[in-house]
């Protein structure tokens, strides 16, 4: 009787897929490595040094510019509502505002 009701559960199929990771740093790691063995007298570490530190410069030099324009453009934006608000505000109150004080204080 339990031979009849046999179910068999599918295996699961394999595919063999392996992940890859590519990690930068530490490809960046290797790529120094190898290249301070076959540079003993570490000629190409000071250049790389001082290549990070220009490098670095350049980035605080752009990030300052950018930084400048964005709060400019949002100095404009922040002008701009002020002035439609204002402008619709007083449309508003010259439009509505003497009818409502009728509504409000009948004469």
Not at 49 to 72: D, N, P, T, W, Y
Request: proline letters at 5%.
């Amino acid at each position: 009787m339990l031979k009849f009701f046999n179910f068999k559960k599918p295996e699961r199929r394999n595919f063999g897929y392996q992940p890859r990771f590519y990690d930068e740093k530490k490809e960046a790691l290797n790529h120094r490595i190898n290249a301070s063995k076959e540079d003993p007298k570490g000629i190409g570490a000071k250049s790389r040094i001082s290549l990070q530190f220009k490098e670095h410069r350049e980035r605080e030099r752009h990030g300052r510019k950018v930084k400048s324009f964005f709060k400019a453009a949002s100095s404009i934006r922040l002008l701009i509502i002020l002035i439609v608000l204002t402008v619709g505000a007083y449309y508003i109150l010259t439009m509505y505002l003497p009818q409502l004080l009728n509504y409000w204080f009948p004469e």
